[in-house]
């Protein structure tokens, strides 16, 4: 609305009550003209409600065929349960979602269960940002600067058999640190975080990472922490929902956009260049 809008605690409040409004419309729409390739979806923790318990915001963002990224759901649950993910999946499905043909989140959510009941034949990509957390955590903080460099290459690598090599590469450095431990966790949901090998290679940037969620959620942060907490968790969830809907319409288009319709028609990939037709049936 501009830095100079005069709004007054009764112009919030109207604004709130509109918002509710348009929301509630907006999470029943038709999806059937929608056609995601690739979906990024986190849980967000916000000042929300009266509960003990922090509310998290389950967040869906969607890349189009033609290129374009747009929200497909933002809603209020608990970020670990596989049933409140599996409730936003099939609600989505129900209104005409068509399956996607990758998903990208955090190892820790609930969606992984729910996606494989509700759309199974989705891959699975496991953000890096989120392991490599979880691995820098398992080590005292003295190395924790080596380390975060060793790790960081590891995503970056060319091919998925180079990638192996960094992680044993890790894995020995963490061992002589007395850390064996930590380089461990690198095995834990190691498919899942090779998954981005199998789609085009000008696309891995925006797969290795739930950062498309993250991203506009900077422009989300200050408006709930201004608000210190929310007594209800639907104001919460309609505020980030406009806030969210403002920042769509600044989104950046995918890399290669002409790559999608066949990424979302099946054609494989190898270390993210298209297989030769002979070799499609190993790739997949």
């Known amino acids: 609305m501009g830095e100079a809008a005069p709004l007054s605690a009764a112009s919030i409040a109207r604004l709130k009550a509109s918002w509710q409004t348009e929301y509630d419309t907006w999470k029943r729409r038709r999806l059937d003209d929608l056609e995601p390739v690739y979906v990024w979806a986190d849980g967000i923790y ?20 033609d290129g374009r990224k747009v929200v497909l759901a933002v809603e209020s649950g608990y970020r670990e349960s596989t049933e409140s993910w599996a409730a936003l999946l099939r609600d ?12 990208i989140a955090d190892g ?12 199974s034949m989705v891959a699975e990509q ?4 989120h392991r490599i957390v979880n691995v820098l955590d398992a080590l005292p903080n003295k190395p924790q600067a080596e380390a975060r460099a060793l790790l960081t290459k590891i995503p970056y690598a060319e091919t998925r058999t180079e990638a192996e090599r960094q992680k044993r590469e890790f894995q020995l450095w963490a061992t002589k640190k007395g850390a064996a431990a930590a380089g461990r966790r690198l095995d834990e949901d190691w498919e899942r975080l090779m ?20 991203s506009p959620f900077a422009a989300v942060r200050p408006r709930t922490a201004a608000a210190k907490r929310f007594k209800k968790v639907e104001h919460a969830t309609a505020v980030i929902w406009k806030t969210l809907l403002v920042a769509e319409q600044r989104f950046r288009r995918l890399d290669a956009p002409e790559l999608l319709p066949e990424v979302a028609e099946g054609v494989a990939y190898v270390n993210g260049e298209r297989a030769a037709r002979g070799n499609e049936k190993a790739a997949a």
């Open 46 to 65: 916000v000042k929300a409600g009266l509960e003990k318990d922090k509310a998290a915001m389950l967040v869906l963002i969607a890349a189009l065929r």
């Open 92 to 103: 989505l499905k129900s209104r005409g979602l068509r399956t996607p043909r990758l998903l």
């Open 108 to 119: 820790h959510l609930g969606i992984w269960g729910a996606v494989r009941t509700v759309f």
């Open 126 to 129: 496991r953000c890096w940002n």
């Open 195 to 214: 998954t981005y090998y199998a789609f085009p290679k000008a696309h891995w940037k925006h797969l290795r990472t739930t950062n498309v969620v993250e």
